[in-house]
């Protein structure tokens, strides 16, 4: 259990509308990302942050956006959002260590946008 | 692009059977991981595989890593129904001052008792 939890759970949420997504680490690791998942295209990645307010766009970044302001909190947000961002999000963090780079998942927040 | 090519997508078998899993890439990768998801819930990490050829066992799972580090198999043995799930692979490259993982669009499978 890497402490990562994520709100909220689930979300509905009407198009044009901004939404924001919190993830949360309790245990001050330094690498944080977001990704989403959808049915036939897997996990891809939105956005990852390498520090506090040290961020870097993803494969499927357009539309979103992300704030690092403490070490813990890794937001993203869709400014005004569309259907097509109907989505489960998951919030990852990595441990540093020697055989290669692991993530660790948050439990997910499933977003409908209606 | 997709980079990590999985198979088979889905499969349904009875309890009992072994199964391999196969995930192919023509990148090399620094180091490759595989995960189960359950419904609901994130992926879960099973193991990481680092060196070209090595072989990692988790009780009746077997993940090897190609020698050239672009591909990578897992094998269940005497499959339960508690292995049912969601399977992820996962390549890791370094970049921009961060690894990044590029997944798999995952196996799904299913043991029927």
């Known amino acids: 259990d890497a402490g990562i939890t994520q709100s909220p759970r689930h979300k509905v949420t009407e198009t044009g509308t901004p939404v924001t997504l919190r993830c949360h680490q309790t245990?001050?690791?330094?690498?944080m990302y977001w990704y989403r998942q959808d049915p036939g295209h897997g996990l891809r990645l939105i956005h990852y942050?390498?520090?506090?307010?040290?961020?870097d766009k993803g494969e499927v970044s357009d539309g979103y956006s992300v704030s690092r302001s403490k070490t813990e909190d890794f937001l993203l947000t869709l400014e005004s959002a569309t259907s097509s961002q109907t989505s489960v999000y998951f919030c990852a963090i990595s441990l540093n260590r020697l055989e290669g780079e692991t993530q660790y998942f948050g439990p997910g927040t499933r977003l409908l946008v209606l | 692009t997709q980079l990590l090519e999985q198979s088979p997508q889905f499969l349904s078998i009875q309890e009992g059977e072994n199964l391999t899993v196969y995930c192919n890439s023509s990148s090399v990768f620094s180091s490759l991981q595989w995960y189960r998801q359950e419904p609901g819930e994130g992926p879960v990490l099973l193991v990481t595989?680092?060196?070209?050829?090595e072989v990692k066992k988790l009780k009746r799972l077997t993940f090897q890593f190609g020698d050239a580090r672009k591909d990578s198999s897992l094998h269940i043995t005497a499959a339960q129904p508690g292995d049912t799930g969601l399977y992820l692979c996962a390549g890791a490259r370094s970049g921009a001052g961060s690894y990044q993982l590029t997944f798999g669009k995952g196996t799904k499978l299913s043991v029927i008792p």
């Open positions: 942050s390498y520090g506090v307010k040290d961020t």
């Open positions: 595989v680092v060196t070209g050829g």
């Open positions: 245990e001050n690791h330094r690498y």
